[in-house]
């Protein structure tokens, strides 16, 4: 079963030590919204070695879905986040947030001033063209 968030453990990667390993599936996003228990799933969590680790990547990457650092997500899991933030002993930054603290010459800042109908700014427009020319090549 492939695990479509935590990306294919390295030897010296802390995820490997995670009391979830080798029951991905059961943390994964799909599984975890069929099953309606998930006791067993955040007991594994509240006695990880790496909750802390864990914890830290989980606001980090903000997934969508799937039991995390003793949190059953959902695709709208800001509250979630931050009581994982607050348990981690970090602060956390609501992606709306972190947009308004870009400074200009970064993409988040060019969407800023579409989003507030500004001229766009020659540095954010240099952001942007990098941003889609970047785009374009990944695709
Ligand atoms: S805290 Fe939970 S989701 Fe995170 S690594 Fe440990 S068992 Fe897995
Ligand atoms: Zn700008």
């Given at each position: 079963m492939s695990d479509p968030v935590f990306?294919?453990?390295?030897?010296?990667?802390?995820?490997?030590?995670?009391?979830c390993v080798g029951q991905w599936q059961e943390f994964d996003a799909e599984e975890s919204k069929r099953s309606k228990d998930h006791r067993t799933q955040l007991r594994l969590c509240a006695t990880c070695p790496v909750l802390q680790e864990c914890r830290i990547d989980t606001v980090r990457t903000?997934?969508?879905g799937g039991i995390r650092a003793g949190e059953v997500l959902g695709v709208r899991s800001e509250r979630k986040f931050q009581r994982i933030a607050e348990a981690a002993g970090i602060d956390y930054v609501p992606p709306a947030a972190q947009s308004e603290l870009q400074p200009c010459g970064t993409y988040a800042a060019y969407q800023r001033h579409m989003r507030r109908k500004e001229k766009v700014c020659d540095e954010c427009r240099r952001a942007m063209v990098q941003k889609s020319q970047s785009r374009r090549r990944a695709s």
């Open positions: 990306s294919l453990p390295r030897p010296e990667n802390w995820k490997t030590r995670g009391a903000r997934p969508n």
